[in-house]
C-alpha cells in the first residue's frame, strides 16, 4: 500500500527548501536520531557504490561520497540539489518509483540503495523495492527508514478523538499539515506493521538488522522538547534489507 496521493510529487517540490531548512536545525531529530542511526547501519562505505532513491538536496549522499564512497547517483523529484556536490556523485531529478527506467541507474549494480523516509512516495511499494532488489550487487543491501506506524494512529487520535486502535488498522488517507510548512497538507495513507512486513516479504527481501533509534542520554538533556515528542510519538524504525537466495 502505497501513502502517495496525486499531488504527492508537487506537494514535495515545495516543502523541499522547508525540509531541509528544518533538517539543519541544532534540534532537528535528523540530525540527532535519524542520520546517526543510518550512518551506523549503513558501516563502511570506503569504495562502496550507493543509490539514494529520494535524495532530498543530495547533503546526505555527499557525506558518504567524503566518507570514500564511489560512483553514487540520488534521485530526488525536487531537483533542488545543494550545490558544490564532491566528485563522483550524479543527483538526478528523477522519480524513485521506477529506479530501472532512469538512464543513469538502468544496467547498474549498487552495494547500498538507501530509502530513507522517501519510501512511502512509491507508486507501487512492492514493484519499487523489488526494481531495488535487482539493482543491488551480490552482497550488497537495501537501507530503508520509515515513520513508526504507531505515530500516524496517535496523531490521528488527536485529531479526531478516536481510540489508538481504531486509527492503527484504520485504511482511510490522512490529511495533515507539516511542521516544516503549515501553509501546505500531505495526505498519506497509514500502515500497520504487517502492511511493511508483507511489502518487504512481496519484494523477495529479508531483514538482516532492525532498529528503532533514539536520542542519546546527553542529546535528551539538552532538547527535553524533543524526548517529550519522542515519548509520545516514537519516531522512526530501520530496516537493513537483503535478497533472498533464490529470488
Known amino acids: 500500500m502505497s501513502d502517495r496521493d496525486d499531488g504527492a510529487g508537487e506537494a514535495w517540490r515545495k516543502l523541499a527548501g522547508a525540509y531541509e531548512r528544518a533538517r539543519a536545525r541544532e534540534d532537528s531529530l535528523d540530525r540527532l536520531v535519524e542520520w546517526p542511526a543510518q550512518r551506523e547501519l549503513l558501516g563502511d562505505v570506503t569504495g562502496r557504490s550507493v543509490l539514494d532513491l529520494g535524495c532530498g538536496d543530495g547533503s546526505k549522499l555527499a557525506s558518504l561520497v567524503r566518507d570514500g564512497a564511489v560512483n553514487c547517483v540520488g534521485v530526488d523529484i525536487s531537483g533542488k540539489f545543494a550545490p558544490d556536490q564532491p566528485a563522483d556523485l550524479t543527483l538526478i531529478q528523477g522519480d524513485l518509483s521506477d529506479p530501472a527506467s532512469i538512464p543513469e541507474v538502468a544496467g547498474r549494480r549498487f552495494d547500498r540503495v538507501l530509502f530513507l523516509q522517501s519510501f512511502g512516495y512509491a507508486r507501487d511499494p512492492v514493484a519499487t523495492l523489488r526494481q531495488a532488489r535487482d539493482l543491488l550487487t551480490e552482497d550488497g543491501f537495501i537501507l530503508l527508514t520509515r515513520t513508526q506506524p504507531i505515530r500516524y494512529a ?11 486502535g ?25 500502515f500497520t506493521m504487517s502492511d511493511l512486513l508483507n511489502v518487504i516479504a512481496a519484494a523477495g527481501l529479508w531483514i538482516e538488522t532492525a532498529v528503532e533509534p533514539r536520542l542519546s542520554e546527553e542529546a535528551a538533556r ?11 510519538y516514537l519516531g522512526i524504525i530501520m530496516f537493513r534489507l537483503r535478497p533472498v537466495p533464490g529470488r
Open 154 to 164: 496517535i496523531e490521528r487520535t488527536e485529531q479526531n478523538g478516536t481510540r489508538l
Open 166 to 190: 481504531e486509527e492503527y488498522f484504520s485504511g482511510s488517507p490522512y490529511t495533515y499539515r507539516t511542521g516544516w510548512n503549515d501553509q501546505i497538507t500531505l495526505t498519506k495513507r497509514t
Open 222 to 232: 539538552r532538547f527535553p522538547h524533543k524526548q517529550a515528542w519522542m515519548n509520545t
